[in-house]
């Protein structure tokens, strides 16, 4: 009891780590009983988090009814970060984007976005998390004035952005993995062979009626 009053935020098991130090030899389930009868167990302060009602996830029926976003990052060979912005089209799997520099704010994000409708035509929802490239002011207002729905995924979940991540998890083991980087020009070249390049196998699997074709490089 002694030394719980001197070590208040220390649990029965630190608590019976240092009886054991200091030559005591007492059973941890002894120590477990009296922690737990003079009512010594540590009360933690819950952090808030923000809390966002999850949408209703919509059923694709064709391109453009969703795109997905998020940032991946890698490094060059000089220890330089480079972040990666991957705009994926959710129904057709599609990668639409790879945007890549040292620094990409919500401004860069909506100039990509921009000239994929110009290439593609407009999506009606845009996914992705809670980034403040993806919830800024600019992005708001872009959003408005374009009409197009953003979808921003609870905190803590990215699979709810599972389009994206999978797509990022083939990127970094087939692609940013597998090649040296000495220059960010190196990394855009890379990432633009990789949009340009046609797939050479198709992996087809129904689900209902729709049909979808998996890019592989």
């Not at 988090?49 to 996830?57: G, I, N």
């Not at 729905?149 to 990215?158: A, F, N, S, W």
């Not at 692609?175 to 046609?198: E, H, P, Q």
Request: hydrophobic share 35%.
């Amino acid at each position: 009891m002694k030394l719980a009053r001197q070590k208040p935020r220390y649990g029965y098991r630190r608590l019976h780590a240092l009886l054991s130090r200091r030559g005591y030899e007492v059973n941890v389930k002894r120590v477990y009983r009296l922690y737990v009868e003079e009512r010594l167990m540590v009360r933690r302060k819950r952090r808030k988090h923000l809390v966002r009602e999850r949408a209703a996830e919509p059923r694709l029926t064709g391109a453009n009814q969703e795109w997905a976003m998020d940032f991946i990052v890698d490094g060059l060979a000089t220890g330089r970060m480079v972040r990666i912005l991957s705009v994926v089209d959710a129904y057709t799997r599609e990668c639409l984007a790879l945007e890549a520099d040292t620094s990409l704010g919500s401004g860069r994000v909506t100039r990509v976005l921009e000239r994929l409708i110009d290439e593609r035509g407009r999506p009606e929802n845009v996914r992705s998390d809670n980034g403040p490239e993806f919830t800024s002011r600019r992005m708001l207002g872009w959003a408005e004035d374009w009409k197009v729905g953003l979808v921003h995924i609870q905190p803590g979940r990215p699979m709810q952005n599972g389009h994206v991540e999978s797509f990022h998890g083939r990127l970094r083991d087939e692609c940013l993995n597998a090649t040296w980087f000495r220059t960010l020009n190196d990394v855009r070249c890379t990432l633009a062979s990789v949009i340009t390049l046609k797939p050479a196998i198709r992996y087809q699997f129904k689900t209902g009626q729709r049909e979808v074709l998996r890019h592989i490089w």
